[in-house]
């Protein structure tokens, strides 16, 4: 026997085989669909008797296996069905023929045949008869099972003949010797008569007749047939006959012990009658009933037991009949066939490494020269078995070696697809899947060299098969998962081929469907490049959303009485995770920036990279990069556009690399960081932008908000001086710009500002709203930069040091030939150098504006935006205030202001105030100049602070109290100057110059006198006229304004005149004389009250005359200052009467 069968288990012992083959030209699909009706009948019950008939039906059996049915009858043809076509009566006889031919093939051990004839109808079909079978067609032949039904009682009938025969002991017969076909030649000529031939001849047809009780049904019997063969046998040494009748004896207690089957098919074996698992299910309970009521021989039980062998005694034998099989060259056959039993009997009994042995065994077994089909099924057979017992990778071993032999040289037409099918069968046998997802997590598993040899077979067979797009999911599977098992030189020709196969067919994130059904996954290349951090960027400061501010009630439900809450704790702790604190916005562009490595030792091209997102409806924009050589991490920031509102969330990123299209989902990615994947989109809003009237600054504020500055514009101004920024707002968004509010507040700057730095009207603006988009709206902003003017310590210490004088008079020598030369040789604190009064530094004020914009569906959905504009403003000195001092005037209400003033520029400067000529100051100049002012009622603003308020507010308000004044003061000064030479001009302010002295010196007296000479108001220069002789009325008026009440006072009238030379003359009592007394009570007067008191002068001559008032010293007098009783200077004129 040459060819063996790998699909015998210890099973098949106790089946009858039934050839069925077609004669003539048979359609392939109508043979095997009759031929699956037919092998569906594969048990029996055997009528009036409960036992089961197993049939296995082949239909391909070499002639030469069965000639050693004598040996096994499971080997022998019983039974052969012929399937054939016939469709004229005139062909009949022709197809009879060749089903006796058909049948003289296995004549010799046939019991009966049958045969099925489709397509022949009329009186031949008509004809009754036992060994034919006539149907119309393949779809009319309902009673295909029920003829092969007869067909096997049939076969039984024969068997029981035989084994009746058989077993009766004829002891004048004489008993023929069985033969395998290699002994025939070697027992010529052997004495038959002797005692040891006999004995030869009694254990081997012993040995028979057990194994056709055991096709009988007869388990019991052919167990003690078989031991009684084994001590026959075994005393003649009869060691190939010893060997089968062990394996007999193996078979029988295999299917006594696992009527189940150990061919792996669970349940093949069972009756269909129930009578075989009644049997195995009562095999353990002597007495018990069987299916049919009827009490079992419980003998038969005994004798089974005792006879059968333990499952441990099972294998023993296997393994002596197989060692009996190893002597004999020519039943290489046998010996396999029983390793394979033997296995599978293994595997059940879960003895995996006995059973390797047995396989190993197998592997050594020489047979014939073998065909390539025929180690294909050897090596794949082995494959099974090497599975069954748990034993993967030698299993995937043996699959490979089938697979690389369906490919051979010598075979003329390889089956490429064969190989390539067995070898997806070896990839779990070597801990590999086709999964790329199986990779992701955890270490590697399996020996990545064998994994990455068996990947590059799988590619091979796929271009041979060809079928590019096998090619590129393999190497595409190849180049990600064994990517950090590549050398240098591997990556570049593994990124090389794939490349080529790409340019063909293109990789893509569709499933590969197989011709078998198999799906082959996509394969992302998540490690092309590696990405270790996605970070979802907020908008640019200037195009974030703001909500505004809700009313109270709305946002409620959100807040908590509990200062802790685990279940709020947790469920932020959630949201955190997943959902972001910032919104993006419809319609504007929004980034996502990937930390990504490129781990191939060459430039690494990625193109059309963009963002997988779910939930919003997204524009991608996909973007191409070019990554360096290793290159360690390199920010990539994807963008795209939202179309829609609600929640969006990032996913992932898709990629072109190498010709491969990947979709690299984020949850496939271990390792990532990332600060969320969902945020929301909010309406959209118009977008400004902001050009202005300025150059751009160099200089970036950093405003200690946070703010970002969009736009910086830098202005050099002198101090004092105005400047008009024209900004232009175009709305370059999609939405109509409908609000528009700004606000402005300076930063970063330690310099007291004086006046409005920042003023606008918005009004002109919103005129021109809603802006749409395109348009540009104009909005005009006033810089008004006032600084302190005051030049205190530092350059009264450098002019005295130069000996130049300050009082007033001119310089005697130009500023910036002096004094400049000190100050650039002097060493510079930085921190002095910003000090008040430092007359060359250029101080700097920074300030913002911001814009806060909305419109559009985001203003119905209460978002806005904001937009800062930043102002650098540079401050150079333009005059400076070197002195200030008072004089008092003629009039009591009046007062010289005295000025020392510096020209701190290099340029001729003309300063001006109100009512007062122009003053020319050459560069570095300095003159006094005096104005003359009316004193100040301070009275309106705020008194100092009760005695218990604490001490910062009083200071505080003490400042501003100061401040108020002196813009007041300012405000009535007007000082101007003008460079002409720069055609520049601007204020200049003495609210930081005026000191607590001069504002005094400034300020009217709480008590008011006022004087009337006959009616008319006498101050200043005012001279009135009287005539000789007249009397002349004289009032005296006191107003206290004051906050609480004065008096009673005193004062005395004295007339003198003034010689113009220094002497004043009192003696006038002929000159002038009183109406009444020369001296005036005056009662206590309350606050805001006056009180008005009258007099009479009567002048005797003619001349000019002043009147000398002086106050009485009392203690009312003494507790009011000085300032309080200045009383204005009369000075009346007598005429000679008009006659």
Request: aromatic share 8%.
């Amino acid at each position: 026997m040459s060819v063996p069968d790998y699909m015998q288990c210890a099973e098949d012992h106790q089946t009858l085989l039934v050839v069925v083959q077609p004669i003539g030209l048979v359609p392939e699909e109508s043979f095997f669909r009759i031929y699956k009706r037919i092998s569906a009948v594969s048990q029996v019950n055997v009528r009036d008797s409960q036992r089961v008939l197993y049939i296995r039906y082949r239909h391909h059996y070499p002639p030469e296996n069965n000639e050693w049915g004598d040996f096994q009858t499971h080997r022998k043809v019983v039974g052969l069905i012929t399937i054939t076509d016939c469709s004229s009566a005139k062909d009949w006889p022709q197809t009879f023929e060749k089903f006796h031919l058909q049948k003289e093939m296995y004549g010799s051990t046939l019991y009966d045949s049958r045969l099925f004839v489709f397509g022949l109808q009329g009186e031949i079909a008509e004809q009754p008869r036992t060994d034919v079978a006539f149907y119309p067609s393949y779809d009319e032949c309902e009673t295909v099972e029920k003829r092969i039904e007869d067909f096997i009682e049939s076969l039984f009938i024969v068997l029981e003949s035989k084994r009746l025969d058989r077993a009766t002991d004829k002891s004048g017969d004489k008993i023929p010797l069985l033969c395998v076909p290699f002994e025939k030649k070697d027992f010529v000529g052997l004495d038959t008569d002797s005692r040891h031939y006999k004995k030869r001849c009694q254990g081997r047809m012993r040995k028979h007749v057990g194994d056709l009780c055991l096709q009988a049904g007869m388990l019991q019997d052919s167990l003690v047939h078989y031991h009684m063969a084994v001590e026959l046998l075994r005393s003649v040494n009869d060691f190939l006959w010893l060997g089968a009748a062990l394996e007999g004896l193996c078979s029988a207690s295999v299917i006594y012990h696992y009527p189940g089957g150990t061919g792996g098919k669970v349940g093949s074996r069972r009756a269909q009658g129930g009578s075989l698992s009644a049997e195995a299910g009562n095999r353990h309970r002597p007495g018990a009933l069987t299916s049919n009521g009827i009490n079992a021989d419980t003998s038969a039980e005994i004798g089974r037991a005792k006879n059968c062998l333990s499952p441990e005694d099972i294998i023993d034998k296997y393994k002596e009949a197989i060692s009996y099989y190893g002597k004999y060259k020519n039943a290489g056959v046998i010996e396999l066939e029983a390793c394979v039993k033997a296995v599978r009997v293994l595997a059940i009994q879960k003895r995996s490494m006995e059973a390797s042995e047995f396989l190993q065994n197998a592997v050594y077994i020489n047979l014939r020269q073998l065909s390539e089909e025929e180690k294909i099924q050897r090596y794949s057979i082995l494959s099974e078995l090497y599975e069954r017992i748990g034993f993967h990778r030698k299993s995937a071993f043996f699959k490979r070696i089938a697979a690389m032999q369906c490919a051979a040289p010598s075979i003329p037409e390889p089956g490429w697809r064969a190989c390539y099918k067995l070898l997806l069968e070896t990839l779990p046998g070597y801990s590999l899947s086709l999964d790329p997802k199986d990779f992701s997590k955890g270490t590697h598993r399996g020996w990545a060299a064998v994994q990455m040899r068996l990947l590059h077979e799988l590619v091979y067979a796929s271009r041979r098969m060809g079928n590019p797009g096998l090619c590129v999911r393999h190497l595409s599977f190849l180049l990600q998962t064994m990517l950090d098992f590549l050398s240098d030189q591997e990556k570049k020709d593994v990124t090389q081929s794939l490349e080529s196969y790409t340019a063909k067919c293109p990789g893509t994130m569709e499933f590969i469907t197989l011709p078998d059904g198999l799906k082959l996954p996509p394969v992302p290349f998540t490690k092309l490049p590696i990405v270790r951090s996605v970070k979802l960027l907020n908008l640019p400061r200037s195009l974030r959303p703001h909500k505004m501010k809700s009313l109270l009630g709305q946002n409620v439900s959100t807040k908590s009485p509990f200062i802790y809450s685990p279940i709020i704790a947790h469920n932020r702790g959630e949201e955190r995770s997943k959902k972001i604190d910032f919104q993006w916005v419809q319609g504007d562009v929004c980034e996502v920036q990937l930390m990504v490595y490129n781990p191939m030792p060459f430039e690494l091209r990625v193109e059309n990279m963009g963002l997988l997102t779910t939930g919003v409806e997204f524009e991608s924009l996909p973007a191409a990069l070019s990554l360096p050589a290793e290159s360690g991490l390199y920010p990539v920031t994807l963008v795209g556009v939202p179309q829609t509102t609600g929640q969006i969330t990032v996913n992932g990123y898709h990629t072109s690399v190498f010709g491969v299209f990947s979709d690299c989902l984020l949850d496939n990615l271990p390792g990532v960081k990332t600060n969320g994947c969902t945020v929301e989109v909010i309406p959209a809003l118009p977008r400004l932008q902001i050009s202005t009237s300025l150059p751009r600054s160099a200089h970036t504020l950093q405003p200690s908000s946070g703010d970002e500055i969009s736009t910086n514009v830098s202005v050099q101004l002198y101090n004092g001086e105005t400047q008009q920024l024209i900004i232009k707002l175009e709305n370059i968004g999609t939405e109509p710009l409908e609000k528009l509010e700004v606000t402005a507040k300076t930063v970063n700057t330690k310099e007291k500002l004086y006046g409005d730095f920042l003023s606008w009207k918005l009004e002109d603006t919103l005129s021109q709203f809603p802006l749409k988009p395109g348009k540009i709206a104009t909005f005009t902003v006033n810089i008004k930069v006032k600084l302190d003017f005051s030049c205190q310590e530092n350059l009264l210490q450098d002019l005295s040091d130069d000996g130049i004088s300050v009082s007033g008079l001119p310089l005697s020598s130009p500023f910036r030939q002096v004094v400049k030369p000190r100050v650039e040789t002097k060493p510079i604190n930085p921190q002095e150098s910003s000090k008040v009064g430092d007359f060359s530094h250029v101080k700097t004020l920074e300030a913002i504006l911001n814009f806060k914009y909305s419109g559009g569906p985001g203003h119905v959905e209460g978002y806005y935006r904001n937009l800062s504009l930043g102002l650098h403003i540079e401050v150079e000195p333009s005059v400076f205030f070197t002195r200030v001092s008072t004089l008092p005037a003629t009039s009591t209400r009046q007062c010289h202001l005295l000025l020392d003033v510096f020209n701190s520029t290099e340029h001729e400067l003309t300063i001006s105030a109100r009512n007062n000529e122009d003053l020319i100051l050459h560069a570095g100049e300095c003159q006094r100049m005096a104005i003359q002012v009316d004193k100040f009622s301070f009275e309106s603003f705020p008194e100092s602070p009760a005695d218990g308020a604490q001490f910062a507010n009083a200071k505080q308000l003490e400042e501003e109290r100061q401040q108020a004044k002196g813009l007041e003061i300012n405000s009535k000064l007007d000082i101007c100057w003008k460079i002409p030479s720069l055609k520049r001009e601007g204020e200049a302010s003495v609210e930081g110059v005026l000191n607590q002295l001069v504002l005094e010196h400034l300020q009217l007296a709480p008590l008011q006198w006022d004087i009337l000479v006959d009616g008319k108001l006498c101050d200043c220069d005012i001279v009135v006229n009287c005539k000789v002789g007249d009397p002349i009325p004289l009032q005296v008026k006191l107003t206290n304004w004051s906050k609480h009440s004065v008096g009673p006072f005193a004062l005395t009238v004295t007339p003198y005149q003034d010689y113009q030379n220094g002497v004043h003359n009192y003696d006038l009592q002929d000159a002038i004389t009183f109406v009444g007394s020369n001296t005036f009570y005056i009662d206590s007067v309350k606050p805001t009250k006056d009180s008005v008191y009258f007099g009479a002068l009567l002048f005797l001559y003619t001349g000019d005359f002043y009147l000398n008032i002086k106050f009485h010293e009392d203690n009312c007098s003494r507790e009011l200052p000085l300032s309080w009783f200045c009383l204005p200077s009369v000075h009346i004129r007598a005429m000679e009467p008009m006659v």
